[in-house]
């Protein structure tokens, strides 16, 4: 008995071996359209919300009790003034993943900039800290978006993916797997 049998797929091998080339073209197009269809979704939103990133997940405890780790946020960034006791999500110079806080002081110059800071709700300090070298501030094109709305814990998927790599290609070997043995 092979292992094959011990899993209860033993006819996935001739299955394999029957499959021709049309209905391989067939899958791997089909496939190409569900890539296609998410993208399309994603710069749809990108479209609506004005956000470079529209939706994100929440990576550490800094933001509790509002926000827990894992949660998914849904982001918009119209042109509207930043107000104080907003949750934003931005990006510092030099780094690629964007912080979720919420803004805590407004500093408008004469000239009608404004400039703001930052803390996470759970942080004793503000955010000064983790700023570029030298900035003092945030400013309107550091902003990728404002919170609107969230569900809680959804993307925790997406986190352990990320600290387990092995947990990631599991996930997409089990996908892989169900579709050659649930396939027509």
Sequence with gaps: M?????????GLGGGLQRMDKRQFLFQ???FGMIVSSALMIWKGLM???GSESPIVVVL????EPAFHRGDLLFLTNR??????????????EGRDIPIVH???K????????????????????????????GQLWLTKKDIVGRARGFLP???MITIYMNEYPKLKYGILGLLALYVLVHRE
């Design 2 to 10: 092979g292992m094959m049998d011990s899993l209860g797929l033993s």
């Design 28 to 30: 791997m197009l089909s």
């Design 47 to 49: 479209v609506v919300t």
């Design 60 to 63: 550490s405890g800094s933001m």
């Design 79 to 92: 042109d509207e003034p930043v107000r104080v006791g907003e949750i934003v999500v931005f990006k510092i």
């Design 102 to 104: 919420r803004v805590i």
């Design 106 to 133: 407004l500093h408008e110059k004469s000239n009608g900039t404004v400039k703001f800071l930052t803390k996470g709700d759970n942080n004793s300090v503000d955010d000064r800290g983790l700023y570029a070298p």
């Design 153 to 155: 814990y959804v993307g």
